[in-house]
């Protein structure tokens, strides 16, 4: 049995979890922060070295005013506690990040979060923030051309913003929807790709298990063929 290395989840239906409940959009948000950390604390237990999570993409910012403002609270208050406790936990960040319309502060913020020195690593959490599968290709792509490099994947994929995590073996959607939204398109070529109808914040290590048990039931090719 083949050892999963790598996790991506779309941590989708937090607003809708929020609004069947006549709460604010920005409670569904901060529950759905919560239920990133239990699923940090999942991984560390199952030795699953790497997690990727779509936090904000580059269409988020059509969202309104208010609730982007509040996921940006959550953002900030989401370094200070993985400065004070989850870098402690063995959790290495790392920010799938594109520049712009990213303030000066924010990219100051996610540097200083980068470089803390983590030992020994037990999780390494990368955050699609200001993320945009798209617009990380062609900025790829404008990379290598001026840097006159090999064009092939392997140089390719060194350039990427996910670089140098794995492709991912799993990809994990909740909240009912059957689509890729834009994500790790390039990463995702031969990844399992899960689809549930919960929304984020009633996810739970159960369904994570069943996941990673069903993951372990099919049989990967990867375009190849035994007999």
């Given at each position: 049995?083949?050892?999963?290395?790598?996790?991506?989840?779309?941590?989708?239906?937090?607003?809708?979890?929020?609004?069947?409940?006549?709460?604010?959009?920005s409670t569904g948000h901060l529950e759905?922060?919560?239920?990133?950390?239990?699923?940090?604390?999942?991984?560390?237990?199952?030795?699953?070295?790497?997690?990727?999570?779509?936090?904000?993409?580059?269409?988020?910012?059509?969202?309104?005013?208010?609730?982007?403002?509040?996921?940006?609270?959550?953002?900030?208050?989401?370094?200070?506690?993985?400065?004070?406790?989850?870098?402690?936990?063995?959790?290495?960040?790392?920010?799938?990040?594109?520049?712009?319309?990213?303030?000066?502060?924010?990219?100051?913020?996610?540097?200083?979060?980068?470089?803390?020195?983590?030992?020994?690593?037990?999780?390494?959490?990368?955050?699609?923030?200001?993320?945009?599968?798209?617009?990380?290709?062609?900025?790829?792509?404008?990379?290598?051309?001026?840097?006159?490099?090999?064009?092939?994947?392997?140089?390719?994929?060194?350039?990427?913003?996910?670089?140098?995590?794995?492709?991912?073996?799993?990809?994990?959607?909740?909240?009912?929807?059957?689509?890729?939204?834009?994500?790790?398109?390039?990463?995702?070529?031969?990844?399992?790709?899960?689809?549930?109808?919960?929304?984020?914040?009633?996810?739970?290590?159960?369904?994570?298990?069943?996941?990673?048990?069903?993951?372990?039931?099919?049989?990967?090719?990867?375009?190849?063929?035994?007999?």
């Amino acid at each position: 049995m083949s050892k999963i290395k790598h996790i991506a989840i779309i941590m989708d239906g937090n607003a809708r979890w929020a609004k069947a409940r006549l709460l604010p959009v920005s409670t569904g948000h901060l529950e759905g922060f919560k239920k990133l950390q239990a699923m940090v604390n999942c991984f560390i237990e199952r030795d699953i070295p790497y997690l990727s999570v779509y936090a904000f993409s580059t269409e988020n910012w059509k969202r309104p005013k208010e609730e982007i403002e509040g996921i940006f609270k959550i953002f900030y208050d989401g370094i200070e506690k993985y400065i004070k406790d989850w870098s402690k936990k063995g959790v290495k960040l790392k920010f799938f990040s594109l520049r712009e319309n990213l303030s000066s502060d924010v990219l100051n913020l996610i540097e200083t979060s980068e470089k803390i020195e983590v030992s020994p690593i037990k999780v390494n959490l990368g955050v699609a923030f200001n993320y945009g599968s798209r617009k990380e290709i062609l900025h790829t792509a404008a990379k290598i051309k001026s840097l006159d490099s090999n064009y092939d994947e392997e140089n390719f994929s060194k350039m990427l913003l996910t670089y140098p995590f794995p492709d991912p073996d799993i990809l994990i959607r909740t909240g009912g929807e059957k689509r890729i939204s834009n994500f790790l398109l390039w990463q995702i070529a031969y990844t399992e790709l899960f689809f549930v109808d919960k929304f984020w914040p009633d996810f739970t290590e159960k369904d994570l298990d069943n996941i990673i048990a069903e993951f372990h039931s099919r049989q990967r090719r990867f375009g190849g063929r035994t007999s």
